[in-house]
């Protein structure tokens, strides 16, 4: 019987948010490098680079690849020899004072983004606890992790249906994806679950999260079973819809599909569907009673040799002299880099400032959007010399329902954000000749050096949802939706999907 010690699981899991927080899993940025080389959209290219150089800048300066830390997700196989010597609290309580001391751990303190009261107060627990903890237990004498801290953009784009059994899958993932818009941060994965009862359908998609990017060897040695061919035509046919990286229109939009599968009812096909985001972030450990587990660190040579650099066609754009004048003349791609004062807001900033509004009170001290730019993010925490620490973009989704409020109530100019606008936000952009500027979702840390000044302005007990009052040097931009409300979501991938029929698509 293997007695394992409570200190080392609580070391494990600290230890493996940490790295999972700077380090990507070696097999995803293999294959994005591979996406990086075949990729011919330039937009989506451009995006992959700040993607990948953005992972050896964060692998390098151990800080986190994204602003938003994620919800950590754990699964735990426990052997059924175990014992836990001279523990005092129980398996789900080690496992969030890993989490604990992960977050909050000074030389690279991760974003708490976990609420507690999620229907009411939504109050922050400040230290990302608790897990999602799913357990599981097992023949042997070791305790298997696999510990996951998985992204809100990506997360919120989960899908599940409950499918006549006649019904085809492969056609309700092909159909539904596109409804995903690019909130979730592609290139990226998806985890599908196929069967059991609604919620073993959700969990087997999660799980099957964990499993390593490993299509190109799948094609390379044909599929073995039915779930090895679904997996190949979901890849291949979500890849042709030409959604690409970030939804600006590219050959690739999936890396990798992973599906897991269990006995059903016979009247039920229950299907779950849950992308991975471009902050891929998942390890695993294996406690066998010698001690804490050991992660290896991967090498700086194993990054591909991509350097990110601005293109010499992007525009340098002075926050403090730009108009409405100028802004209309941006065009949907346009490549902009933004120099001088930004004030930033995402979900509850924005709530507060429309009650303020809507009950005639004035913005708080500084909170003054006229002719300004506000950029949807919640940021990392500085640690050391930083200004801040990653601070890229949050879904503008969200966002949407305030815009028309914003632009005809603040006289604000235009908004930074990820991901495409729904059709309210681009009629009141149109209408109001303002502009949607993109940033990169999953490129947060090489952002984040654009940032040279950062001070809360208002809403400070809001913690990362606070508005912020950013000065920014060259900061990269891309126009999404123009001032005649030209969504590049919706042209980039219209333009790809029509391509991918003629340009060769070389599949390794
Ligand atoms: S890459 Fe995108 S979806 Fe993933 S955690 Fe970051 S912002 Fe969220």
């Excluded at 229950?270 to 587990?293: E, K, M, Y």
């Excluded at 400032?353 to 500084?366: A, F, T, V």
């Excluded at 949407?400 to 908004?415: H, I, S, Y």
Aim: charged share 25%; net charge negative; aromatic share 6%.
């Amino acid at each position: 019987m293997t007695a394992i010690r409570q200190e080392d699981l609580i070391e494990s899991v600290a230890d493996a948010l940490q790295y999972i927080s700077y380090f990507h899993p070696r097999d995803y940025i293999d294959s994005l490098a591979l996406a990086y080389q075949r990729e011919e959209s330039p937009a989506a290219r451009d995006a992959i680079a700040q993607i990948l150089t953005n992972s050896r800048m964060s692998a390098e300066g151990h800080r986190p690849v994204c602003q938003d830390t994620g919800i950590v997700v754990a699964f735990v196989r426990v052997g059924m020899n175990v014992r836990w010597e001279g523990a005092t609290m129980s398996v789900t309580d080690m496992v969030n004072a890993g989490v604990r001391r992960a977050y909050l751990h000074p030389d690279n303190k991760l974003r708490a983004s976990i609420l507690s009261d999620p229907a009411g107060t939504r109050t922050n627990t400040k230290d990302n606890t608790p897990a999602v903890i799913h357990f599981d237990l097992i023949p042997g004498d070791t305790v298997e992790v696999d510990v996951a801290a998985k992204g809100g953009g990506s997360e919120n784009k989960s899908k599940f249906t409950m499918l006549n059994p006649s019904d085809s899958i492969v056609d309700w993932i092909v159909d539904v994806v596109p409804t995903m818009g690019a909130g979730w941060c592609p290139p990226g994965m998806l985890g599908i679950g196929i069967g059991g009862s609604a919620e073993k359908a959700m969990v087997l998609a999660k799980e099957a999260l964990m499993e390593p990017i490993d299509m190109a060897e799948l094609k390379r040695r044909g599929p073995s079973n039915r779930l090895e061919e679904l997996r190949i035509e979901i890849h291949d046919k979500i890849n042709a819809l030409g959604i690409g990286a970030q939804g600006l229109g590219g050959l690739t939009t999936v890396l990798d599909v992973k599906i897991k599968d269990y006995p059903t009812h016979a009247a039920s096909l229950p299907v779950a569907v849950i992308p991975n985001c471009a902050a891929t972030r998942h390890v695993h450990f294996v406690l066998d009673g010698s001690g804490p587990a050991q992660l290896e660190a991967p090498k700086l040579e194993d990054y591909p040799d991509v350097h990110w650099t601005a293109s010499p066609k992007a525009r340098r754009v002075d926050l403090a002299s730009v108009t409405r004048e100028d802004v209309v003349n941006w065009r949907p791609g346009d490549t902009l880099l933004l120099n001088g004062k930004l004030l930033t807001g995402r979900d509850a900033a924005h709530k507060r400032i429309r009650d303020l509004i809507d009950s005639g009170k004035p913005l708080p001290e500084g909170v003054d959007f006229s002719g300004r730019f506000i950029y949807y993010v919640g940021p990392v925490d500085p640690v050391r010399d930083e200004v801040v620490g990653p601070a890229g973009p949050t879904t503008a989704t969200r966002m949407d329902k305030f815009t028309e409020m914003m632009l005809a109530r603040t006289g604000l100019l235009g908004m930074i954000g990820k991901a495409e606008r729904g059709p309210v936000a681009i009629e009141a952009i149109r209408k109001h000749k303002a502009v949607y500027l993109m940033a990169v979702g999953g490129a947060a840390y090489l952002v984040s050096k654009a940032i040279k000044a950062s001070r809360v302005v208002a809403f400070e007990d809001l913690g990362m949802e606070a508005i912020y009052e950013f000065e920014v040097e060259d900061m990269p931009v891309t126009v999404a939706v123009d001032s005649k409300g030209v969504s590049v979501h919706e042209t980039g991938p219209a333009q790809w999907r029509g391509k991918i029929g003629t340009i060769p698509v070389v599949v390794a």
